[in-house]
């Protein structure tokens, strides 16, 4: 018999199974609430936070922008409209790195520093750091040996030789940020390890870029040595001055030249072009003592490119001008010493201007007993009626241009391009000047040469720097008799009044070779320009010129060489190269100043095609001379990772070392 299936019975949840799972789902909705309401919380103090970021660096947010009637009740200054309300003080109190031309009182830094600054440190711990010539021969445990390569002919490592280098240095600084910067123009040391804050801060408004963060970096040092003409060592040193007394006066060594720009690869730098706020790099002054140390309230930063084509500027998003250098020159026949400043400025090409220098006790518009060939007005360091309040900044150094730089026959073209290669220097940038005896060797008019490059494909050409005055573009001709071989595109000059400089068979063979399979970027070019020229006796008296050429690898990493060339004209021929090197960046425990560097270290590495070395990625030597105490050593000094600026002192006997490794007076067969 067939039985039927009963159905399933159903049986229903207890009564205390319903209620649980009711009270399950009541949870699940209480820790989502809970959720959100974190979420929500941690919003507003990232919001307050970003806002306390802001106001702390002096930035204005819509809350902070003060109201019409409190911009009308301060009498239009500019630094009181800066100021006001803001939530913290930050713009009116000194930072650890900038020394009050701009302030009035101190603050306690010692909160705001990051952890890997050590507050422990003392600036006298620049006695300590420095040493003797005797010193650097004793203490030779801890200096880096002589690379084997340099013995065995084996490659060389760009940082083992780099570091060899150092090792002859008398001392190594970290060069300080220059007070005339304000506060507002600055990283706030609190924030200097926060990427993502650095990085806004060149994209902040307003859009003309005048409330971005600025960095210093590819100095340059001019010496303020016997080669000048007294009149303008007075005005350079404040001896002139009836309040500045001969001794602050000789305390002036070296002006210091370098670049002050929003474009900077610092923590969180950004150096790709399409921000919303315009790129600004100013012509950065500081007068420096006998040690390299800036001398308090005696420095300028100033926007060339603003001052002397407000129109250009106005017109463009770009920087014509990024690189700066200040150049010595003799520009009265029969005069020995140098007595003209010219300032040159690149970008992918390069122009020259006569300049005026001279050290004030504070801001003033009154060019009152300053007697030279310019009679212009100078640059206000007072905003004037309708003058931008950042085009200048600092209270020590006063500077003018000719008023009239634009020529009268303008029949080359007219436009913001074509008022640029008017004063071209030529269509490229990493030029140098040196000068030589006139043929008679009298002294009285020595012939002067721009270094168009410095081998491979070197070339000079023969310029002129002397004039009666500087008041109006005709009074001056960079290159007497001189054409433009491309003047409508690039500025560029004909080479048919410029001299090639290579032998035949080419040119002398590096000292010591790069690490195998290193591949260079051949878009930049190969031993560009970077620092020249200082003079040294190779012995038995055959004297060369030394200067520093760059080459950068595939993966951009910068490399420099040493090399020495003749001095009799018109070839002015190679006759030895050193091999690649890098130099090195901060040292905390060897560097002057090194206290006053608050941003994190860079942990990017030297690439040479994949190949990493222990120097940083960029280092630029833009400046070689002689140091004034001993001139047996040489000022090294260079960019780093267009970051910040330092410098070496070094023997020259161990450059002559990098000529001439095997110490056989190689250079001889070359010097014809």
């Known amino acids: 018999m067939q039985h039927q299936r009963r159905p399933k019975r159903i049986i229903a949840p207890p009564r205390d199974a319903q209620k649980r799972s009711r009270c399950n789902l009541w949870n699940f909705f209480k820790a989502f609430a809970l959720v959100l309401l974190l979420i929500y919380f941690c919003f507003v103090s990232a919001l307050l936070r970003s806002k306390h970021a802001l106001d702390l660096a002096g930035i204005q947010t819509p809350a902070s922008v003060p109201s019409q009637k409190e911009l009308s009740s301060k009498e239009n200054n500019p630094q009181d409209l800066l100021i006001l309300g803001l939530e913290r003080e930050f713009l009116s109190k000194k930072s650890p790195v900038d020394h009050g031309s701009n302030d009035n009182s101190d603050i306690n830094i010692d909160d705001a520093l990051p952890k890997y600054v050590d507050k422990e440190k003392d600036s006298d711990s620049a006695r300590t750091k420095k040493r003797s010539a005797e010193q ?71 859009a ?31 001896r002139y001055h009836p309040d500045i007394t001969d001794e602050e006066a000789n305390k002036v060594k070296y002006l210091s030249i370098s670049r002050a720009a929003n474009l900077h690869g610092c923590t969180g730098g950004n150096r790709k072009n399409g921000q919303p706020t315009k790129e600004q790099s100013y012509l950065n002054l500081v007068l420096l003592d006998a040690d390299l140390q800036p001398i308090p309230d005696a420095s300028g930063a100033l926007l060339p490119f603003y001052i002397l084509f407000p129109k250009c500027y106005e017109a463009e998003t770009l920087s014509a001008f990024q690189d700066y250098q200040i150049i010595a020159a003799r520009s009265t026949k029969g005069n020995r010493k140098k007595d003209q400043l010219f300032m040159t400025a690149s970008d992918r090409k390069t122009s020259i201007f006569p300049i005026d220098i001279r050290r004030v006790l504070g801001p003033t518009n009154d060019a009152e007993g300053w007697n030279t060939k310019m009679k212009s007005k100078p640059v206000p360091m007072i905003p004037e009626e309708g003058d931008s309040p950042d085009f200048f900044y600092g209270k020590g150094l006063q500077v003018r241009f000719m008023d009239d730089i634009a020529p009268k026959n303008r029949s080359l073209g007219t436009g913001c391009k074509y008022d640029l290669n008017y004063h071209s220097m030529d269509w490229k940038k990493n030029y140098h000047v040196f000068d030589v005896p006139d043929v008679h060797g009298s002294g009285e008019n020595p012939t002067t040469y721009i270094e168009l490059r410095p081998h491979w494909t070197r070339m000079t050409r023969k310029i002129n720097f002397y004039a009666d005055q500087f008041i109006k573009y005709e009074d001056w001709e960079l290159v007497p008799n001189g054409t433009f071989a491309n003047f409508w595109n690039d500025g560029r000059r004909s080479e048919t009044d410029a001299q090639a400089n290579q032998y035949k068979g080419g040119e002398p063979p590096e000292q010591f070779s790069p690490p195998k399979n290193t591949d260079w970027d051949a878009s930049v070019g190969f031993g560009r320009g970077t620092a020249c020229c200082v003079d040294f006796d190779f012995g038995n008296n055959e004297n060369f010129k030394v200067g520093i050429s760059h080459s950068t690898t595939e993966g951009r990493g910068y490399v420099s060489r040493f090399y020495a060339f003749d001095l009799r004209a018109p070839k002015f021929l190679v006759v030895a190269t050193s091999g690649p090197f890098c130099f090195g960046g901060l040292n905390n425990d060897t560097d002057i100043n090194s206290e006053t560097h608050y941003f994190p270290p860079q942990k990017s590495k030297l690439n040479a095609t994949y190949a990493f070395y222990d120097c940083p990625s960029v280092t630029f030597a833009s400046g070689i001379t002689e140091y004034h105490a001993d001139k047996n050593y040489v000022v090294i000094s260079y960019g780093v990772n267009d970051c910040y600026s330092r410098s070496i002192v070094v023997s020259k006997e161990r450059i002559i070392e990098f000529l001439d490794v095997n110490r056989t007076e190689s250079w001889k067969p070359w010097n014809w």
Do not use: W
């Open 136 to 206: 650097i021969t004793e203490e030779d445990t801890d200096m880096p040996r002589r690379p084997s390569c340099f013995d065995h002919g084996t490659p060389c490592k760009f940082d083992e030789v780099g570091k060899y280098l150092e090792g002859a240095a008398l001392f190594t600084i970290m060069h300080k940020q220059s007070d005339a910067i304000p506060n507002h123009r600055r990283i706030p040391p609190s924030m200097a390890s926060n990427a993502t804050y650095i990085a806004s801060r060149r994209s902040l408004g307003p």
């Open 208 to 238: 003309n870029g005048s409330m971005t963060a600025l960095f210093e970096y590819n100095p340059t040092l001019l010496p303020l040595n016997s080669e000048l003409d007294e009149k303008l060592l007075d005005y350079l040193t404040g």
